[in-house]
């Protein structure tokens, strides 16, 4: 069975601090996404990554950077955490690069995230 | 540019009545399409899908859509709906560009007994 996680359900975190986000896959997909969930605002692509140490910015990536030295983990990164920065982040893979607009996307349960 | 519009940001049903989930997407092309599906406390999950083979595309638990390039429609349906039903659903569209998925704003699906 297809199986995405994310490191965390809940995590409440301090304005400036520095937060990480993991994500880790098992089914062998080239494609691995983060999105944030905001209501009335759909899912918003941050970064996309096709392969090993490959990154796309997608439409919000202010704020944030990604690490993807393992095909299987996908890492999230806050550098300086902000009040606007509250949000559900989801991470998803895909099974293969070039074709990340036509195939099923896998998605993990969400890191529920609270700046205070 | 590639856009998608959830034409309902809430729709309630009593149980047993249909279900229309309405999604209108804006492309100089034919895309592919998709309904996802969030329960609540649950991750999403994949619906349904089209990509250009029969326009009317049946997927899990009943729900069915069906392709209207004329209208540049892909409305969500189910016959009778069911308590479990109640979620949030988004309908999405590829991004032409460089293949990421543009995201409609979701619809609530509410459920009265």
């Known amino acids: 069975d297809v199986k995405v996680t994310q490191s965390s359900r809940y995590l409440v975190k301090r304005t400036g601090e520095k937060v990480f986000l993991e994500c880790v896959q098992d089914m062998d997909h080239e494609n691995m996404f983060w999105y944030r969930q905001d209501p009335g605002l759909g899912l918003r692509l941050i970064y996309f990554s096709y392969d090993v140490k490959m990154k796309e910015k997608g439409d919000i990536p202010e704020g944030y950077s990604v690490s993807r030295e393992k095909k299987e983990r996908f890492s999230l990164i806050l550098e300086s955490a902000s009040t606007n920065q509250t949000s559900m982040y989801l991470c998803a893979s895909s099974l293969t690069r070039g074709l990340a607009g036509k195939e099923t996307q896998y998605f993990g349960p969400g890191t529920r995230l609270l700046v205070l | 540019a590639q856009s998608v519009t959830q034409l309902d940001s809430h729709v309630s049903v009593s149980e047993g009545t249909p279900v229309l989930l309405r999604c209108n997407y804006s492309?100089?092309?034919?895309?592919?399409l998709f309904w996802y599906v969030q329960h609540p406390n649950k991750g999403l999950q994949l619906l349904l899908k089209?990509?250009?083979?029969a326009t009317l595309v049946k997927g899990i638990n009943g729900f069915e859509a069906e392709f209207k390039k004329s209208e540049t429609s892909f409305h969500l349906t189910k016959p009778s709906a069911h308590m479990s039903d109640a979620a949030e659903y988004f309908c999405?569209?590829?991004?032409?560009?460089?293949?990421?998925?543009?995201w409609g704003a979701g619809t609530k699906l509410i459920i009265k007994p």
């Open positions: 089209y990509t250009s083979a």
């Open positions: 999405v569209v590829p991004r032409r560009s460089n293949y990421q998925l543009i």
């Open positions: 492309s100089s092309y034919s895309p592919s």
